[in-house]
């Protein structure tokens, strides 16, 4: 979809916006990341697992939003750091930023700023509560702030955050919805624009049947497990007679009609307090022990079988190792061919004629890419690098 030629200027730390710019190296774009020298660059190089080597500066953490970038360290509180950083910004089609709400334009790497050195710029900026709320904001507080916190969790435990970023990942998602929305606007009018999304609202936009449960149905939603509020059985546990757990779904009249069937309880299917969806839901306690009864007489293998042959929609429930000795898991790979040895996922699981996925290089190391940046790229000679490192540029 890209190439080369196209560049995106990541000045965002930790997850949201190096998803996005992740997304675009995945797409083609040469994703050049500058990262504060005097703080070891991007935060999550130190995001290591307590078997991570810790002297490394690639870490699991950090390598999963940072495949196919170029790294450079710019000091920005520098007059020489911004002349550097508006140089890029000068030649980029996408500027990707994550500072906190004041901090750009103190920086003088905010919209207008930059606008004015390239009107062809787009800018996507992340906060965590909108240009107007300056409080800083991780995943962990936006999931509890958004309501997903509270839903998520055992009836009987306590309330508990989702184990992926998924505000960040949202959050991204948004940001390159409205970066591809601007690129159109772009070929159409030749300008360039603004793109804010902020955590808060990525998360409010996905609450989805949860928000519109309270909105429309005027009922809080309560924390229920893997259960669902409106359907039964959906997102319902059950275990086999050797021990596996999978999740069925029966989300149609003919789907749990089947489902019954299949697990020969015939006789589910005909129960007067059963026949509709709100009866089920009301029953939920009486028809789910008594699916998970029928169950544990089989084993894994047979459940799949009888439910396949059913066409009721089933999974195991995979761990991560068992997760990627699947196919489709396996198609979104990254392997690096450099002596690091990395194995990374891609960000993207689009398949259209129109994308053609490019390979990626591993994540760089801090800096690693200082000379095909400053010399390659923006053409400095060896004068003006010495002149720029002595005013402070690039430590």
């Not at 790497?109 to 800083?136: C, H, M, V, W």
């Not at 998602?173 to 624009?193: F, I, W």
């Not at 509020?229 to 989300?251: H, K, L």
Request: proline letters at 4%; aromatic letters at 6%.
């Amino acid at each position: 979809m890209f190439d080369q030629s196209f560049i995106v200027l990541e000045l965002a730390n930790i997850l949201a916006g190096p998803i996005t710019g992740m997304g675009f190296a995945e797409l083609g774009a040469r994703v050049i990341k500058l990262e504060n020298p005097a703080t070891g660059g991007d935060a999550t190089r130190g995001f290591k697992l307590s078997s991570e080597d810790r002297d490394s500066d690639i870490c699991a953490y950090y390598s999963c939003a940072n495949w196919g970038k170029e790294s450079l360290t710019v000091n920005f509180s520098t007059a020489a750091g911004k002349q550097v950083a508006h140089a890029l910004a000068a030649k980029a089609d996408i500027v990707i930023a994550s500072f906190k709400p004041g901090d750009a334009e103190k920086l003088a790497l905010d919209f207008d700023t930059l606008k004015a050195l390239n009107e062809r710029l787009i800018y996507g900026q992340i906060s965590a509560y909108g240009p107007q709320d300056p409080r800083p904001g991780f995943d962990a507080i936006l999931q509890a702030e958004t309501g997903f916190t509270s839903l998520n969790g055992d009836a009987e435990g306590p309330p508990t955050k989702m184990p992926v970023a998924l505000i960040d990942i949202l959050a991204s998602h948004q940001l390159k919805e409205g970066l591809l929305l601007a690129l159109l606007n772009r070929e159409r009018t030749g300008e360039g624009g603004l793109v804010d999304v902020s955590l808060f609202q990525a998360g409010i936009a996905s609450l989805a049947n949860q928000a519109t449960n309270y909105l429309v149905g005027g009922i809080i939603p309560q924390r229920m497990g893997s259960e669902h509020p409106n359907i039964v059985p959906y997102g319902s546990v059950i275990e086999s007679q050797d021990g596996r757990q999978i999740v069925i779904a029966a989300a149609t009249e003919r789907q749990f009609r089947e489902l019954v069937r299949a697990l020969d309880r015939h006789d589910l299917a005909d129960d007067p307090t059963l026949q509709t969806g709100p009866q089920r839901v009301e029953n939920r306690d009486k028809l789910l022990a008594a699916i998970r009864a029928a169950a544990a007489v089989y084993s894994a293998q047979e459940i799949a079988a009888r439910l396949q042959n059913a066409k009721v929609p089933f999974g195991f429930v995979n761990d991560m190792a068992q997760v990627f000795e699947l196919q489709g898991a396996q198609d979104l790979l990254l392997e690096s061919d450099s002596q690091q040895g990395l194995t990374g996922v891609r960000t993207l699981a689009v398949n259209s004629a129109q994308v053609d996925f490019k390979s990626l290089a591993a994540p760089p190391a801090l800096n690693q890419n200082f000379a095909a940046i400053i010399e390659g790229f923006l053409g400095y000679t060896g004068e003006e690098i010495n002149l720029l490192r002595d005013a402070g540029a690039f430590s």
